[in-house]
């Protein structure tokens, strides 16, 4: 059974920083795509950012570009999201997410897998 566990999520003040992390129980974890998506109360979910298998590619939302990191260790099948620079709009609960696909999607509705989600809370 595939399992993406988040962590990581805080309250944090405006202008702070988090670092989440997922951990997956993919057995290939080398041959997925992952990523990180958001969703505040009443909103849809968000992309927020994409990491291709190798982790050379990155892609990101115009919301968090040049604030937010995607990165991997396929060595230890775990995915990060360093958040620099927060915004109380920032405020959501994040999901990591993993598609075996070469294509690196920014569309949810094509991933195949999804962790619980982490809080994460920006104060003003």
């Known amino acids: 059974q595939v399992q993406l566990v988040e962590s990581g999520g805080g309250l944090v003040q405006a202008g702070g920083s988090l670092r989440l992390s997922c951990a997956a129980s993919l057995r290939t974890f080398s041959r997925y795509v992952m990523g990180w998506f958001r969703q505040a109360p009443g909103k849809e979910r968000d992309f927020v950012a994409a990491i291709s298998r190798s982790g050379l590619s990155t892609y990101y939302a115009d919301s968090v570009k040049g604030r937010f990191t995607i990165s991997r260790d396929n060595a230890k099948n775990t995915v990060y999201l360093q958040m620099n620079s927060l915004k109380p709009e920032d405020t959501s609960v994040y999901y990591c997410?993993?598609?075996?696909?070469?294509?690196?999607?920014?569309?949810?509705?094509?991933?195949?897998?999804w962790g619980q989600g982490t809080q994460v809370t920006v104060s003003s």
């Open positions: 997410a993993a598609v075996g696909s070469v294509l690196v999607p920014q569309d949810g509705s094509q991933y195949d897998y």
